[in-house]
Nanobody
Framework: QVQLVESGGGLVQPGGSLRLSCVASVSIFSFYAMDWYRQAPGKQRQLIADITSSGTTNYADSVKGRFTISRDNAKNTVYLQMNSLQPEDTAVYYC????????????WGQGTQVTVSS
């Protein structure tokens, strides 16, 4: 069973930074891409950043220029560096593994809470 374990969430003041980590129990290279989603209270889960196995990255407009996704294949870890955090970034952040084919499953982490408040 594949496991994704997020960490690094917490309470931060507006303008602050956090770095989230997602450690996989298998090689992340086995997936097409690794993603970060977030879900704010009362809202749908939203894709905010993804990184393919070749290193191509994409960002939602709401986080572009502030967040950076990266990966360390040797450590089976994906990171989300979040800078200039604002109250609207408050959400539960989830790591997700994109399958390479329809024969492969996708996987979710349990989520980590990020709260931006003064």
């Amino acid at each position: 069973q594949v496991q994704l374990v997020e960490s690094g969430g917490g309470l931060v003041q507006p303008g602050g930074s956090l770095r989230l980590s997602c450690v996989a129990s298998v090689s992340i290279f086995s997936f097409y891409a690794m993603d970060w989603y977030r879900q704010a209270p009362g809202k749908q889960r939203q894709l905010i950043a993804d990184i393919t196995s070749s290193g191509t990255t994409n960002y939602a407009d709401s986080v572009k220029g502030r967040f950076t996704i990266s990966r360390d294949n040797a450590k089976n870890t994906v990171y989300l560096q979040m800078n200039s955090l604002q109250p609207e970034d408050t959400a539960v952040y989830y790591c997700h593994a994109d399958p390479r084919s329809v024969h492969q499953s996708d996987y979710w982490g349990q989520g980590t809470q990020v709260t931006v408040s003064s």
